[in-house]
Structures are given as C-alpha cells and as structure tokens.
C-alpha cells in the first residue's frame, strides 16, 4: 500500500497495553475508569482498542462522537456538560452525562420522558479551577431541584481540575466533594453511587497511593493515550508514550541563511519574528502545517532536528546537525502532545494508520 503523508501512526496494541495498565492501577483501589475518547474524535479502531484492554465506559465531549459508538456494548458519558439544544441527542446516545444547570437537567429529564427512559446525571461541582461546576454554596440548593425531576436519576458528584485554572487535585479539594456526598446523602435520603475525582491529573494519587479512598472513578484520556498524568507531567509507570507517531515528508532541502533577508514585516500569523543567527544551515521543509498540528507540541524523535517555525502548511527544521543525510522525499517522525494529537485527529489532511502487533519491546523515548 502506499502511503500518504502526513500522518499518524497510532499503535493500537501499545494503546491497549496503557489502558491494562491505568486500569489495573485503578481497579486495585476501587477505581472506575471512563476512558475518555475525545482527543482522537472517538476514532472507531482506537475506541476498540481501548475496549480491548477492558475498560466498560467510553466518555466524550461531543454527542456526534458518542453517536457513532451507538452500538458499541459499553456504557457511554457525555463529558461536556450539555447544550439545552441537544438534550435529546444527549438522553438517546449516552448513558451519562455531567450536568451543571438546572435549566439543561429540566430539559434533559424532558426529553429523557420523550425517550421513555432514565437519563443519569453526575452533578459537576467547581472546586476551584473555575471551568465547569456548581459553587460549593449552591450543591445543596441543585439537588433539591434535581430530585423532583422524575426522569433524571442522580448517581453522583464530579469534579473536574487541571483544565483551566491548573488547580492540582488533591486530598483537600477532593475532601470537599466527598463530605458533599455524605451530606446529601443524609439530608436527601439519596445513595450516590458514583463520586468522580478528576481526569488524568488525579493519577498521581492512584500512582502514589495517596487517593481518598471514597473517589470510585476517575475520567482518563491524556494518559492513556500518552502514557502521561497531567499534575506534574510525569509518566505512568509501564506506559507507552510513543502511541501515536505523526510522519511528515520533506519537499524542500536547502543550505540557507538563519536570517531572512529585507525590511522585516509581520509574519502570515500577524507577528513580527525574531531570528538568531546561527549562519547557513541546512533547512527542511515538510508538508504540514498548523493547520494540521500545534507546531509547539512537536518533538522530532531524530534529537538533532531541530524545528525553525511553522505556517500554515510548511515546518521548516534545522536538519544541519542529523546524523542522517536527508533528501527530499524522506519521511521525518516525531512524537506530539496533546494540543498537537488534537489538531492532528481533527486534520481531514492527516492520514491515519493502525499498527495491530505489539512488535517492540517496552522503551520509554524521554
Ligand atoms: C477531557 C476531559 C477529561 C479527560 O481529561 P484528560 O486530561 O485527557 O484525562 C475528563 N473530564 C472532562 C470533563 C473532560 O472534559
């Protein structure tokens, strides 16, 4: 087969191999996983190979992709908490979903009544990251409302961290949400099943074994696709950061100088570069861009290339100092973040491809 460029090479079996693993850690201190699918559009070959290493629930952002795992046989949540104009999408196609406006849940348990179904909500409370969440003040006020909604069932409380304000999760913050469970509990007469502590940044505690023992799910995507926890950036013990591989093609190498030559206006993104002079060095151009790719979330897995800049649909690399003599043609891989996974699964222009054998041994690229 011949192939296209750019684009990613996903490993499915190292992608199944770090969902055993987060999962073994979680399971063995009472942990659900919902694995969460987002960052990869909840891309069919990859949600099975997620499966495969046993998680039971899928969770995503976006209903149209939740949608598409409609007949998958494993429990589906709606992350983000729902627009009023999709309630009805939103009760057919997940199981769950977190909520934070008693106007959204009115709306949800109506259309839940049109479906002639249940529909179960997670109530998101704001520990203080301030995205998503009801204020600690309001919970009790919320739930009086959410229970006199006769086709919403409350099982439980959630909280989500580390997204905007960089809060780290911890025994304080997370205590909050578990004496908030106790108490609504007591005063609704209500048994909340499910108390959910957080996305990949609340790993560490699992890894250090510092976890309330009352947290009984955490919603993990970044690490189980990167091998990474998000409260220090460091990796999960026996996980592979290489899942995915984004491959460009060089169209252009030449010896040019580090400094462009003229009056220096704006760049194609509206700023005005700076550049270091470093003399005449070989540069690369490959055939991808930002509007492929987050160019800052790129790392060359050759550690001498190094990356010049980026538009639209041209990286341009230092490639003096390689080991390797390029030509054009040649195919350059490099390892991405998070941001970059996210513009490359979202890319129509980024090819992917699924890799099904587990053909390496365990290595870390640090
Ligand atoms: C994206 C998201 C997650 C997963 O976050 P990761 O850092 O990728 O683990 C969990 N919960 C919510 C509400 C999210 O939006």
């Known amino acids: 087969m011949k192939r296209k460029y750019p684009c990613v090479d996903v490993d499915l079996a190292k992608l199944t191999h770090n969902v055993k693993t987060i999962l073994g850690l979680c399971n063995k201190i009472h942990i659900d996983v919902a694995a969460v699918t987002k960052v990869f559009c909840a891309d069919r070959p990859i949600v099975e190979a997620i499966l495969q290493g046993g998680v039971t629930q899928v969770a995503d952002s976006r209903i149209l992709n939740l949608k598409k795992l409609e007949d998958l046989q494993c429990k589906k949540m709606m992350l983000r908490i729902p627009m009023i104009s999709e309630v009805y999408e939103v009760a057919k196609y997940s199981d769950v979903s977190l909520n934070s406006e008693i106007a959204t849940i009115t709306q949800l348990s109506h259309a839940a009544k049109d479906l002639n179904k249940i529909h179960n909500i997670i109530l998101m409370v704001d520990l203080g990251d301030l995205r998503e969440g009801v204020l600690l003040g309001d919970v009790m006020d919320t739930v009086k409302k959410i229970v006199k909604l006769e086709n919403i069932k409350l099982i439980g409380l959630g909280t989500n961290v580390t997204c905007y304000g960089g809060v780290i999760p911890d025994k304080e913050n997370l205590g ?37 023992g009352e947290i009984n799910q955490l919603r993990i995507g970044e690490a189980i696709v990167l091998g990474r926890e998000t409260s220090f950036g460091l990796t999960v013990p026996n996980c592979y ?8 093609e060089i169209i252009e190498i030449k010896s040019k100088p580090t400094v462009p030559t003229g009056n220096i206006g704006m760049d194609a993104f509206g700023h005005k570069p700076d550049f270091e002079d470093k003399g005449i060095r070989k540069r690369a151009i490959i055939a991808l861009g930002r509007q492929d790719i987050r160019v800052e979330g790129l790392s060359p897995l050759d550690k001498n290339i190094s990356i010049f800049g980026a538009s639209s649909d041209h990286l341009i690399l230092d490639v003096t100092d390689s080991k390797q003599e390029f030509t054009v043609g040649d195919i350059i891989d490099f390892k991405i973040d998070y941001g970059c996974l996210l513009a490359a699964m979202t890319s129509p222009y980024v090819e992917k491809y699924y890799i099904k054998e587990l053909t390496y041994s365990l290595h870390r690229t640090a």
């Open 241 to 248: 950061e290489d899942v995915f591989i984004l491959k460009g």
């Open 176 to 212: 909050k949400l578990i004496k908030l469970k106790s108490d609504i509990e007591k005063i609704f007469g209500l048994s909340l099943s499910v108390i959910s502590g957080g996305n990949s940044s609340s790993l560490y505690m699992a890894i250090n074994d510092t976890m309330p």
